[in-house]
């Protein structure tokens, strides 16, 4: 992947999308720090999912999403979305994730 998401736009989407799954607090804030030590040039995207279970895998573009931007692993094939409105709804969730 030649161009890694901004992290400002895409870490309360991928916070969130940890926070749908269950992850803990803990795992969580390890992948916050994780991601914003994650230099900005690197070639690969980490995916949250396969990071909070120790493991890797990077996200890449979703093909044939039409209608979404989203992001797909390379590993476990979890897809996450990074459109608009899916930033609401992680915004809006910001809360849970500061306790």
């Known amino acids: 992947m030649a161009d890694k ?4 736009n895409y870490l309360p989407i991928f916070i969130n999308a940890l926070n749908e799954h269950g992850a803990s607090a803990e795992r969580i804030d390890t992948f916050r720090q994780y991601w914003e030590a994650h230099p900005s040039d690197a070639p690969n995207v980490p995916c949250p999912h396969r990071y909070v279970a120790g493991k890797a895998g990077s996200l890449i573009p979703a093909s044939g999403n039409d209608d979404k931007e ?3 692993c390379d590993q476990c094939g979890a ?3 990074v459109n608009d409105a899916a930033m609401r709804h992680a915004l809006e969730g910001k809360d849970r994730t500061n306790d």
């Open 79 to 81: 897809e996450i979305v």
């Open 70 to 72: 989203s992001f797909r």
């Open 5 to 8: 998401p901004e992290i400002p």
